[in-house]
């Protein structure tokens, strides 16, 4: 049975957006790698011809930079606002940066993955995620001197929760959701010293919709 809404677009000669093409892009990326990314199949997928695909991008190596470019604004971006939000104390900043990394519409982990992956063919994207990971890194740094860590501290202490983190992206790393929300305490007494309290850990667990309750219970 056809699609009613996909004639109606193409009788109206739609050809999607600059959006949907980019999106359609990271899922082939992401699901079945940088090879999957080309304009024919992706056509396909959205039941647009190919030239619509020209009226957004130059090319396939335009697209290709307008992924990477998503990828860095979103992912990245998200490091940068989270490491200036305000806390109170070092252990809630470190839980504001925490947040990111379990919230998928903060930080796409997948897509941290993908590109890492594709850094390993291509020169120029290594460069691109080495820059990203100094400016990430920075960020976290500069969160641990704002509550008065010397800087070589601050720079050990980065270290420490970003490889942490890109490790669990690197390894793949399976666990529950209440496996890694009852792990967080630690983390964040290993992170900076100080244990977060339990009002810190309320307001954290509400950002990202966990009742620990509820997993007490057995629910």
Not at 70 to 78: C, I, R, V
Request: aromatic share 10%; glycine share 4%; charged share 25%.
């Amino acid at each position: 049975m056809r699609d009613a809404k996909s004639d109606d677009q193409t009788a109206k000669g739609w050809r999607g957006s600059r959006e949907v093409w980019l999106d359609a892009a990271k899922v082939a990326f992401v699901e079945n790698g940088l090879d999957a990314v080309k304009i024919q199949p992706l056509a396909n997928g959205l039941k647009l011809s190919r030239t619509s695909f020209y009226w957004f991008f130059r090319d396939r190596e335009a697209l290709l930079d307008a992924l990477l470019a998503d990828w860095e604004a979103k992912n990245t971006g998200a490091f940068i606002d989270a490491c200036t939000a305000y806390a109170e104390t070092i252990s809630e900043a470190v839980l504001n940066l925490i947040v990111v990394f379990n919230d998928p519409n903060l930080f796409d982990p997948k897509l941290d993955f993908a590109v890492r992956g594709w850094a390993h063919q291509s020169d120029a994207v290594m460069a691109r995620v080495n820059a990203v990971d100094d400016r990430r890194l920075a960020a976290i740094r500069a969160m641990f001197e704002r509550f008065g860590l010397p800087s070589k501290d601050a720079d050990v202490r980065a270290r420490t929760v970003y490889l942490t983190q890109i490790g669990y992206i690197s390894m793949q790393v399976q666990e529950s959701t209440a496996t890694r929300m009852a792990r967080v305490p630690a983390y964040v007494k290993t992170f900076c010293e100080v244990a977060p309290s339990a009002s810190e850990l309320a307001r954290f667990y509400a950002r990202l919709k966990f009742d620990p309750s509820k997993t007490a219970a057995g629910e």
